[in-house]
């Protein structure tokens, strides 16, 4: 008859005597500091860290494992390309409508840009083989991310890099750009959060320690 395993082994499956291991909340910690200079020192590079710990976070929701980037980096990517799309539609209709108002200044053509352009946005997901499926979750986050980063402002000339004055409907292809490398950064922190759980000298077979 098969005997229940003891204490000390179910300790040694989970946190292997002799190995060092972290647990959740000092790698979470560690990640965050690990986080900052890319949002702190990088001058006009600077990335903004709240997309970046927003797909942290999905890399934890879809599985925590390198897996899951196969899934979020087309999806994130892809909804920062829509989200993109979605803010020049606005603008273009801004210009075409000449500011028209409501209460405040060109909200006519947010509110009828925005709304012709979610609909082919979203309906477009069901043909997208990177949305299916768990998909879905970083292709909504990337469109929201991208228009996030349009919309905190600040990051209008990011790099340096500015739209002349004929061509201020364009701007959001510069705004994107933080978005995407937010995105790459925040898939790096989930994998590194990960990775510092694994019992070093082990290769990752055991996964990540307990808490």
Request: proline share 9%; aromatic share 12%; charged share 10%.
């Given at each position: 008859m098969k005997r229940d395993a003891s204490p000390k082994e179910e300790r040694g499956r989970t946190r292997p005597e002799g190995r060092l291991t972290l647990s959740l909340p000092v790698a979470v910690a560690i990640t965050v500091v690990v986080a900052l200079p890319f949002g702190l020192w990088l001058g006009p590079w600077t990335i903004p860290l709240f997309p970046a710990f927003i797909v942290w976070t999905e890399y934890f929701v879809l599985g925590s494992s390198p897996q899951a980037l196969k899934t979020i980096a087309p999806a994130y990517i892809a909804g920062v390309v829509a989200g993109t799309a979605a803010l020049i539609l606005s603008l273009l209709l801004d210009g075409w409508l000449?500011?028209?108002?409501?209460?405040?200044?060109?909200?006519?053509?947010?509110?009828?840009?925005?709304?012709?352009?979610?609909?082919?946005?979203?309906?477009?997901?069901?043909?997208?083989?990177?949305?299916q499926g768990q998909g879905g979750l970083p292709y909504f986050n990337g469109i929201t991310m991208g228009m996030a980063t349009y919309f905190v402002g600040g990051y209008e000339e990011y790099g340096?890099?500015?739209?002349?004055?004929?061509?201020?409907?364009?701007?959001?292809?510069?705004?994107?750009?933080?978005?995407?490398?937010?995105?790459?950064?925040?898939?790096?922190?989930?994998?590194?959060?990960?990775?510092?759980?694994?019992?070093?000298?082990?290769g990752g077979s055991d996964g990540p320690a307990k808490l």
């Amino acid at each position: 008859m098969k005997r229940d395993a003891s204490p000390k082994e179910e300790r040694g499956r989970t946190r292997p005597e002799g190995r060092l291991t972290l647990s959740l909340p000092v790698a979470v910690a560690i990640t965050v500091v690990v986080a900052l200079p890319f949002g702190l020192w990088l001058g006009p590079w600077t990335i903004p860290l709240f997309p970046a710990f927003i797909v942290w976070t999905e890399y934890f929701v879809l599985g925590s494992s390198p897996q899951a980037l196969k899934t979020i980096a087309p999806a994130y990517i892809a909804g920062v390309v829509a989200g993109t799309a979605a803010l020049i539609l606005s603008l273009l209709l801004d210009g075409w409508l000449d500011g028209a108002s409501l209460i405040a200044a060109g909200d006519v053509a947010w509110i009828a840009g925005l709304f012709l352009a979610f609909i082919p946005l979203i309906w477009v997901m069901r043909f997208l083989p990177f949305t299916q499926g768990q998909g879905g979750l970083p292709y909504f986050n990337g469109i929201t991310m991208g228009m996030a980063t349009y919309f905190v402002g600040g990051y209008e000339e990011y790099g340096s890099l500015s739209m002349p004055d004929h061509a201020q409907p364009l701007v959001p292809l510069i705004t994107m750009l933080p978005a995407v490398f937010a995105g790459v950064l925040g898939m790096f922190l989930g994998w590194f959060n990960i990775a510092i759980m694994t019992p070093l000298g082990r290769g990752g077979s055991d996964g990540p320690a307990k808490l």
